[in-house]
């Protein structure tokens, strides 16, 4: 009888395993099938420079699923399936391409956003590609795309998995005008001796220190250390997750440079870009 029972529980775990298996060709063929029909799509944040006062200085490119059963997912949601089926390289490489489309779009109908950068998110995963930085130059190349004109977000993981690799890479990143901001910064194991060689621009101050920064001591010593920190490195602190005027008179008065969250403004579509560059330009 406990055999039996034990031959059950075996059953029951091997069809669980085989639901999960069949979860993720499920998937993977409708990742696969979203990219092919167009069903991403792309939100633009505003990040702002504190001069004191807010100022526009760009955007970071957010991507949205329009899932054909579950209307529109959160990259919450399905950026983890994303990585461990490796399609996280082929979502961000259609993210940058319609970025640099849009951005080139705009630059030619609005001369003020030639000013302006935007940022794009990429996984850790790119990092340990060898094709990796030719892949990226030869969009921006086909694009016309500025250097200048574009940030890319990566987390401290992207770096520590292989650190000596990613330095390399930075620095070659740099070399080039690509500048690089460290995402989710704090939260991640990040050694700090290894981000003296890393040639990053910012760094992003997760949200989980911003939220806590009106009420609790200690997230205020976090935060106001990420910035130091980011100062004596010659890089820029970023605030993210910004949503009560409280959290930004105290950012403000922390020296932070530069803000994006609720309170200044929501991720959007791409129609209303316009107004808000032509209200802040
Ligand atoms: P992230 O890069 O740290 O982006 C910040 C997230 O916080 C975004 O969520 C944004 O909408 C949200 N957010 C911004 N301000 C506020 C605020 O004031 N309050 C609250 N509650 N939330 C705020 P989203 O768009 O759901 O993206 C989640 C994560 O998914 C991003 O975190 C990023 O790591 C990843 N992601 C998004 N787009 C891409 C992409 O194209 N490629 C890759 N590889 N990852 C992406
Ligand atoms: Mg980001
Ligand atoms: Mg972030
Ligand atoms: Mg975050």
């Given amino acids: 009888r406990a055999k039996q029972r034990g031959r059950n529980r075996i059953a029951v775990f091997s069809r669980s395993m085989q639901d999960k298996a069949q979860l993720t060709i499920h998937f993977e063929n409708?990742?696969?099938?979203s990219l092919r029909n167009g069903d991403f799509f792309l939100v633009?944040?505003?990040?702002y420079a504190l001069t004191p006062q807010p100022e526009l200085i760009g955007f970071e490119t957010l991507v949205r699923w329009n899932h054909p059963e579950r209307g529109i997912v959160s990259p919450a949601e399905f950026v983890p399936m994303a990585e461990t089926t490796g399609l996280i390289l082929h979502l961000d490489r259609y993210v940058l391409r319609e970025a640099c489309r849009i951005w080139g779009e705009?630059?030619?109908s609005l001369p003020a956003c030639r000013a302006l950068h935007f940022?794009?998110?990429l996984s850790a995963s790119h990092m340990d590609r060898p094709t990796f930085i030719r892949k990226l130059e030869k969009t921006l190349a086909a694009f016309e795309m500025p250097h200048e004109s574009i940030i890319l977000e990566l987390t401290e993981s992207a770096?520590?998995?292989n650190p000596e690799t990613a330095a390399r890479k930075m620095q070659y990143l740099r070399s080039i005008g690509l500048h690089v901001a460290l995402d989710d910064f704090g939260t991640g194991y990040s050694s700090l001796a290894y981000l003296t060689r890393f040639p990053c621009y910012c760094l992003k101050i997760d949200k989980s220190f911003v939220d806590n920064i009106t009420t609790d001591e200690n997230s205020v010593r976090v935060v106001r250390a990420i910035i130091h920190l980011a100062h004596g490195l010659g890089m820029v602190a970023l605030a993210e997750g910004v949503e009560t005027p409280e959290q930004l008179a105290q950012l403000q008065d922390m020296g932070c440079d530069q803000v994006q969250g609720y309170l200044l403004g929501k991720p959007m579509p791409q129609a209303a870009l316009r107004d808000v560059i032509a209200r802040n330009c």
């Fill in 119 to 121: 940022s794009v998110n």
């Fill in 30 to 33: 409708q990742f696969r099938r």
């Fill in 159 to 161: 770096l520590m998995s």
């Fill in 106 to 108: 705009m630059r030619a």
């Fill in 44 to 47: 633009f944040q505003p990040q």
